[in-house]
């Protein structure tokens, strides 16, 4: 599987923006999607992931914030994030996990800054 993130950029606290991770090399839609995300000097956290099937779950402090979703047509998963805060600076990774060969792939990380 090879996975390419895009979207990140900087924003004002309180904004937003939208992250795609296209997918391609496997059957997307037996691969789990998500997005991961590793601030400066901190460990890699998971941000939210989404099944096959469209099932969602979230860290703790994004939900309510930030939305997953995929489009298995495009091969393509999304992450809406809302009232972003400065706290959710970090570098983003969007992550696939493969049913049928139970491996894990990483995109190569997109950069969000939120400072005004």
């Known amino acids: 599987v090879q996975l390419q993130a895009s979207g990140g950029g900087l924003v004002q606290p309180g904004g937003s923006l939208r992250l795609s991770c296209a997918a391609s090399g496997r059957f997307f839609s037996n691969i789990r999607m998500g997005w991961y995300r590793q601030a400066p000097g901190k460990q890699r956290e998971l941000v939210a992931r989404i099944t096959s099937g469209g099932n969602a779950n979230y860290a703790d402090s994004m939900k309510g914030r930030f939305t997953i979703s995929r489009d298995n047509a495009k091969n393509t998963v999304y992450l809406q994030m809302n009232s972003l805060e400065p706290e959710d600076t970090a570098v983003y990774y969007c992550?696939?996990?493969?049913?049928?060969?139970?491996?894990?792939?990483w995109g190569q990380g997109t950069l969000v800054t939120v400072s005004s």
């Open positions: 992550n696939a996990f493969d049913y049928a060969s139970a491996k894990t792939y």
